[in-house]
């Protein structure tokens, strides 16, 4: 099979990547491959390096070695360092991917709409009666058009979430990264979001999740990747990784989840 033939299956590859926070290095040597329409799921205990992968894969935390290729937008950190890199290089890079954080980060004073209608307008220059009605439209995939023209504060923090997902895919991205999307929300509200992330998936968006929702990564991913102290342990798919683990470390952790559960 040729590199150009590969190239194109692969929407994502990260070769040699490592991370440090001052002495303390993050990331270790991270080496992964995410296929176009594939979502992967990376779980593992807290500080294990699983949001600083997703950080780095959007360029909002710098790479200090290693590969990072994401359509066919590729920066390697081994020849330049991240702070060459100009404003112009990291929008283009950082528009291929939609984050979605922990906590929603919207704009209190701006409506639903208007939130969703921001980067669009702003960024891609998008007329704003045509911007409005594609986050009309998105809103109603995430089951929100009627809260279009409300404020956050008025929404729960399920509803706040669905509109940040929307506002992530006005931008239309190649690729989504879901960051604990769930985890501050109230229980009963989890799901709600829950099922919007798993249309996304049967839709075919590429997706990587950090989540702890371990039955849910089962559900959804194709491939589950098992991180602990900055290191891939385990990858594969959910009956071999969750249902079947092979290393001791994911087995304890996944041991630890369920009596937590």
């Known amino acids: 099979m040729s590199i150009s033939i590969m190239k194109?299956?692969?929407m994502i590859t990260v070769r040699n990547l490592r991370k440090c926070f001052g002495p303390v290095t993050v990331l270790k040597d991270?080496?992964?491959t995410v296929r176009?329409?594939?979502v992967v799921a990376l779980i593992g205990p807290s500080g294990s390096g699983k949001s600083t992968l997703l950080r780095c894969l959007n360029m909002l935390a710098a790479p200090d070695a290693g590969v990072v290729e994401v359509g066919d937008q590729c920066f390697d950190f081994n020849q330049t360092k991240a702070e060459k890199l100009s404003d112009k290089q990291l929008a283009k890079f950082r528009a291929q991917t939609g984050m979605v954080f922990q906590h929603f980060n919207l704009f209190?004073?701006?409506t639903v709409a208007q939130n969703v209608m921001e980067g669009p307008v702003t960024v891609l220059k998008v007329p704003k009666a045509e911007a409005r009605?594609?986050?009309?439209?998105?809103?109603k995939r995430v089951g929100l058009a009627d809260k279009a023209d409300m404020y956050p504060p008025q929404l729960s923090g399920g509803q706040k979430q669905r509109v940040a997902i929307a506002r992530a895919l006005a931008m239309n991205p190649a690729v989504m990264l879901f960051d604990e999307a769930t985890s501050a929300l109230d229980p009963e509200l989890?799901?709600?979001v829950l099922n919007v992330?798993?249309?996304l998936a049967e839709d075919g968006m590429t997706m990587i999740l950090v989540t702890h929702e371990i039955a849910f990564a089962r559900e959804v991913a194709d491939k589950v990747i098992f991180m602990r102290d900055g290191v891939v342990v385990e990858c594969g798919p959910p009956a071999q990784v969750i249902d079947a683990p092979v290393e001791a470390a994911t087995k304890a952790f996944l041991s630890r989840v369920a009596k937590a559960a």
Do not use: D, W, Y
């Open 8 to 10: 194109t299956e692969n």
């Open 108 to 110: 209190p004073h701006m």
């Open 133 to 139: 009605a594609e986050a009309i439209e998105l809103l």
């Open 30 to 32: 991270i080496n992964i």
């Open 36 to 38: 176009k329409g594939e």
């Open 197 to 199: 992330m798993k249309a």
């Open 190 to 192: 989890v799901g709600e």
